[in-house]
Protein backbone atom coordinates (compact mmCIF):
# COMPACT_ATOMS: atom_id res chain seq x y z
CA UNK A 1 0.00 0.00 0.00
CA UNK A 2 1.08 3.24 -0.90
CA UNK A 3 1.52 6.09 1.39
CA UNK A 4 3.78 8.59 3.84
CA UNK A 5 7.03 6.71 4.51
CA UNK A 6 10.67 7.41 5.93
CA UNK A 7 11.81 7.67 2.19
CA UNK A 8 9.03 11.10 1.74
CA UNK A 9 12.01 13.42 3.12
CA UNK A 10 14.86 11.97 1.34
CA UNK A 11 13.65 12.67 -2.06
CA UNK A 12 16.08 15.60 -2.27
CA UNK A 13 18.71 13.75 -0.77
CA UNK A 14 19.14 10.97 -3.70
CA UNK A 15 18.50 14.07 -6.25
CA UNK A 16 21.85 15.16 -5.20
CA UNK A 17 23.15 11.30 -4.72
CA UNK A 18 22.55 10.91 -8.56
CA UNK A 19 24.94 14.08 -8.98
CA UNK A 20 27.84 12.47 -7.36
CA UNK A 21 31.05 11.04 -9.16
CA UNK A 22 30.19 7.49 -8.50
CA UNK A 23 26.50 7.64 -9.71
CA UNK A 24 27.19 9.10 -12.72
CA UNK A 25 30.32 7.66 -13.54
CA UNK A 26 29.91 4.27 -12.11
CA UNK A 27 27.01 3.16 -10.80
CA UNK A 28 24.34 4.59 -13.80
CA UNK A 29 26.45 3.76 -16.72
CA UNK A 30 27.09 0.29 -15.19
CA UNK A 31 23.12 0.02 -15.04
CA UNK A 32 22.39 1.13 -18.50
CA UNK A 33 25.13 -1.22 -19.77
CA UNK A 34 22.91 -4.04 -18.48
CA UNK A 35 20.06 -2.49 -19.32
CA UNK A 36 21.15 -2.83 -23.20
CA UNK A 37 19.38 -0.24 -26.30
CA UNK A 38 15.92 1.45 -24.89
CA UNK A 39 15.23 2.93 -27.68
CA UNK A 40 11.73 2.18 -28.14
CA UNK A 41 10.63 0.22 -25.00
CA UNK A 42 8.03 0.63 -22.66
CA UNK A 43 9.79 0.76 -19.58
CA UNK A 44 9.02 0.62 -15.85
CA UNK A 45 10.87 1.99 -12.83
CA UNK A 46 9.94 -0.22 -9.85
CA UNK A 47 11.02 1.64 -6.61
CA UNK A 48 11.65 4.80 -8.72
CA UNK A 49 12.28 7.32 -6.05
CA UNK A 50 13.12 10.83 -7.30
CA UNK A 51 13.13 9.96 -10.43
CA UNK A 52 16.75 10.17 -11.17
CA UNK A 53 16.49 6.88 -13.88
CA UNK A 54 13.00 7.33 -15.05
CA UNK A 55 14.28 10.54 -16.33
CA UNK A 56 17.53 9.26 -17.57
CA UNK A 57 15.38 6.29 -19.22
CA UNK A 58 13.10 8.51 -21.51
CA UNK A 59 16.21 10.90 -22.56
CA UNK A 60 17.40 7.64 -24.05
CA UNK A 61 14.86 6.47 -26.17
CA UNK A 62 12.65 4.88 -24.00
CA UNK A 63 9.18 5.72 -25.74
CA UNK A 64 6.89 4.47 -22.54
CA UNK A 65 7.99 5.52 -19.09
CA UNK A 66 6.23 4.75 -15.71
CA UNK A 67 7.74 5.71 -12.32
CA UNK A 68 6.55 3.83 -9.24
CA UNK A 69 7.05 4.12 -5.80
CA UNK A 70 5.55 3.62 -2.46
CA UNK A 71 6.93 6.70 -0.89
CA UNK A 72 4.22 9.99 -1.24
CA UNK A 73 7.02 12.36 -1.18
CA UNK A 74 9.35 10.79 -3.31
CA UNK A 75 6.35 10.81 -6.20
CA UNK A 76 5.46 14.43 -5.56
CA UNK A 77 9.01 15.51 -6.00
CA UNK A 78 9.43 13.61 -9.04
CA UNK A 79 6.33 15.16 -10.60
CA UNK A 80 7.66 18.76 -9.51
CA UNK A 81 10.66 17.61 -11.41
CA UNK A 82 8.60 16.75 -14.40
CA UNK A 83 6.27 19.26 -14.31
CA UNK A 84 9.27 21.94 -14.34
CA UNK A 85 11.38 19.68 -17.23
CA UNK A 86 8.53 17.19 -18.77
CA UNK A 87 9.63 14.28 -20.71
CA UNK A 88 6.55 12.32 -20.77
CA UNK A 89 6.87 10.74 -17.81
CA UNK A 90 4.03 8.92 -16.02
CA UNK A 91 4.35 8.78 -11.88
CA UNK A 92 2.48 6.52 -10.00
CA UNK A 93 2.23 5.10 -6.24
CA UNK A 94 -0.96 3.48 -6.02
CA UNK A 95 -1.21 0.24 -6.15
CA UNK A 96 -0.18 -1.68 -9.75
CA UNK A 97 -3.06 -1.59 -11.98
CA UNK A 98 -4.61 -4.15 -14.28
CA UNK A 99 -3.71 -2.08 -17.56
CA UNK A 100 0.22 -2.37 -16.36
CA UNK A 101 -0.15 -6.03 -16.74
CA UNK A 102 2.33 -7.51 -19.02
CA UNK A 103 3.11 -3.84 -20.51
CA UNK A 104 6.77 -3.33 -20.14
CA UNK A 105 10.10 -4.36 -21.92
CA UNK A 106 11.73 -3.76 -18.92
CA UNK A 107 11.86 -3.17 -15.57
CA UNK A 108 14.01 -1.76 -13.05
CA UNK A 109 14.67 -1.94 -9.83
CA UNK A 110 17.51 -0.19 -8.18
CA UNK A 111 17.63 -0.67 -4.27
CA UNK A 112 14.48 -1.94 -4.02
CA UNK A 113 15.31 -5.57 -2.71
CA UNK A 114 17.16 -4.87 0.19
CA UNK A 115 13.75 -3.55 1.66
CA UNK A 116 12.80 -6.32 1.76
CA UNK A 117 12.17 -7.80 5.19
CA UNK A 118 10.98 -11.48 4.53
CA UNK A 119 11.73 -13.84 1.68
CA UNK A 120 7.87 -13.65 1.19
CA UNK A 121 8.25 -10.28 0.57
CA UNK A 122 11.50 -10.12 -1.60
CA UNK A 123 10.05 -13.26 -3.51
CA UNK A 124 6.88 -10.45 -3.98
CA UNK A 125 9.32 -7.94 -5.43
CA UNK A 126 10.24 -10.28 -7.93
CA UNK A 127 6.46 -11.50 -8.89
CA UNK A 128 5.78 -7.86 -9.39
CA UNK A 129 8.52 -7.51 -11.95
CA UNK A 130 7.16 -10.28 -13.60
CA UNK A 131 3.58 -9.47 -13.55
CA UNK A 132 4.47 -6.12 -15.46
CA UNK A 133 7.01 -7.66 -18.05
CA UNK A 134 6.33 -9.19 -21.24
CA UNK A 135 7.06 -13.07 -21.77
CA UNK A 136 10.84 -12.66 -22.63
CA UNK A 137 11.04 -8.88 -20.83
CA UNK A 138 13.88 -8.03 -18.99
CA UNK A 139 14.45 -7.24 -15.06
CA UNK A 140 17.34 -5.14 -13.85
CA UNK A 141 17.54 -5.09 -10.02
CA UNK A 142 20.20 -4.22 -7.64
CA UNK A 143 20.15 -5.92 -4.18
CA UNK A 144 23.15 -5.56 -1.51
CA UNK A 145 25.89 -7.48 -2.61
CA UNK A 146 26.47 -10.59 -0.54
CA UNK A 147 30.26 -10.36 -0.03
CA UNK A 148 30.19 -6.79 0.69
CA UNK A 149 32.50 -5.90 3.77
CA UNK A 150 30.55 -5.52 6.60
CA UNK A 151 32.44 -4.75 9.72
CA UNK A 152 34.16 -2.32 7.38
CA UNK A 153 31.73 1.25 7.53
CA UNK A 154 34.11 3.56 6.27
CA UNK A 155 34.81 1.26 3.40
CA UNK A 156 32.86 3.44 0.98
CA UNK A 157 32.91 6.62 2.61
CA UNK A 158 34.36 8.69 -0.38
CA UNK A 159 31.73 7.55 -2.91
CA UNK A 160 29.15 9.39 -0.75
CA UNK A 161 27.82 6.81 1.97
CA UNK A 162 28.45 4.21 4.86
CA UNK A 163 27.40 0.72 5.05
CA UNK A 164 27.40 -1.44 7.54
CA UNK A 165 26.28 -4.45 9.63
CA UNK A 166 27.37 -5.29 13.36
CA UNK A 167 28.27 -9.33 12.78
CA UNK A 168 28.17 -11.17 9.72
CA UNK A 169 25.06 -11.08 8.32
CA UNK A 170 22.13 -13.68 7.50
CA UNK A 171 19.19 -14.10 5.27
CA UNK A 172 17.13 -10.77 6.32
CA UNK A 173 19.71 -9.14 8.27
CA UNK A 174 19.44 -5.43 8.95
CA UNK A 175 22.55 -3.26 7.53
CA UNK A 176 22.92 0.20 8.05
CA UNK A 177 23.24 2.87 5.01
CA UNK A 178 24.57 6.24 5.70
CA UNK A 179 24.12 8.73 2.73
CA UNK A 180 26.97 11.13 3.37
CA UNK A 181 26.90 13.95 0.17
CA UNK A 182 26.33 18.00 -0.14
CA UNK A 183 25.97 18.18 2.89
CA UNK A 184 23.03 15.62 4.25
CA UNK A 185 24.05 12.83 6.73
CA UNK A 186 20.33 10.51 6.71
CA UNK A 187 21.15 7.13 7.49
CA UNK A 188 18.15 4.18 6.60
CA UNK A 189 18.04 0.47 7.29
CA UNK A 190 18.46 -2.10 4.29
CA UNK A 191 18.33 -5.92 4.38
CA UNK A 192 20.92 -8.53 3.22
CA UNK A 193 19.83 -11.21 0.94
CA UNK A 194 22.38 -13.80 0.48
CA UNK A 195 23.01 -15.33 -3.55
CA UNK A 196 20.89 -18.25 -2.76
CA UNK A 197 17.74 -16.33 -1.71
CA UNK A 198 18.32 -14.04 -4.48
CA UNK A 199 18.47 -16.59 -7.13
CA UNK A 200 15.39 -18.67 -5.55
CA UNK A 201 13.04 -15.81 -4.96
CA UNK A 202 13.61 -15.11 -8.99
CA UNK A 203 13.85 -18.18 -10.59
CA UNK A 204 10.58 -19.52 -7.99
CA UNK A 205 9.06 -15.84 -9.85
CA UNK A 206 9.64 -17.40 -13.63
CA UNK A 207 12.76 -15.65 -14.47
CA UNK A 208 15.46 -17.28 -16.08
CA UNK A 209 18.88 -16.66 -18.00
CA UNK A 210 20.25 -14.56 -14.42
CA UNK A 211 23.14 -12.77 -15.34
CA UNK A 212 25.41 -10.70 -13.14
CA UNK A 213 27.14 -8.16 -15.46
CA UNK A 214 30.09 -5.95 -13.83
CA UNK A 215 30.18 -2.81 -12.41
CA UNK A 216 31.93 -0.33 -14.83
CA UNK A 217 33.89 3.25 -15.13
CA UNK A 218 33.41 5.86 -17.50
CA UNK A 219 36.36 6.78 -19.25
CA UNK A 220 35.78 10.30 -18.21
CA UNK A 221 35.28 9.17 -14.51
CA UNK A 222 38.48 7.99 -14.55
CA UNK A 223 40.04 11.05 -16.10
CA UNK A 224 38.26 12.98 -13.05
CA UNK A 225 39.20 11.07 -10.32
CA UNK A 226 41.78 8.75 -11.21
CA UNK A 227 42.05 5.35 -11.46
CA UNK A 228 43.01 4.75 -7.55
CA UNK A 229 39.88 6.05 -6.77
CA UNK A 230 37.60 3.27 -7.85
CA UNK A 231 39.22 0.31 -7.12
CA UNK A 232 38.33 -0.30 -3.69
CA UNK A 233 34.49 -0.13 -4.91
CA UNK A 234 35.37 -2.02 -8.56
CA UNK A 235 37.37 -4.90 -5.88
CA UNK A 236 34.63 -5.06 -3.25
CA UNK A 237 31.13 -3.62 -4.43
CA UNK A 238 27.81 -2.44 -2.20
CA UNK A 239 26.15 -3.65 -4.41
CA UNK A 240 25.67 -5.99 -7.46
CA UNK A 241 23.70 -5.79 -10.64
CA UNK A 242 21.37 -8.81 -11.31
CA UNK A 243 19.57 -9.14 -15.02
CA UNK A 244 17.12 -11.96 -15.78
CA UNK A 245 14.36 -12.57 -18.29
CA UNK A 246 10.66 -13.32 -17.84
CA UNK A 247 9.09 -16.45 -18.78
CA UNK A 248 6.08 -16.61 -17.30
CA UNK A 249 2.59 -16.89 -18.75
Do not use: N
Request: charge should be negative; glycine fraction near 10%; proline fraction near 6%.
Amino acid sequence: MSGRTRFDRLAKVYEDLAATPFRRHLEMPSVFAALGDVRGSAVLDLGCGAGDYARALARRGATKVVGHDRSLGMIEHARGRERTAPLGIRYITDELRADLHHAFDVVLSVYVMPYATTRDELAGICASAAWLLRRGGLFVTLPIHPDFPYDEPDYYRHYGFRMYSGDRPADGSPVTLELLCGGHQESVTARYWSHEALAGALSDTGFTELAFPPFQVTPAGVREQGPDFWDGYLTRPHATIIAARSHGA
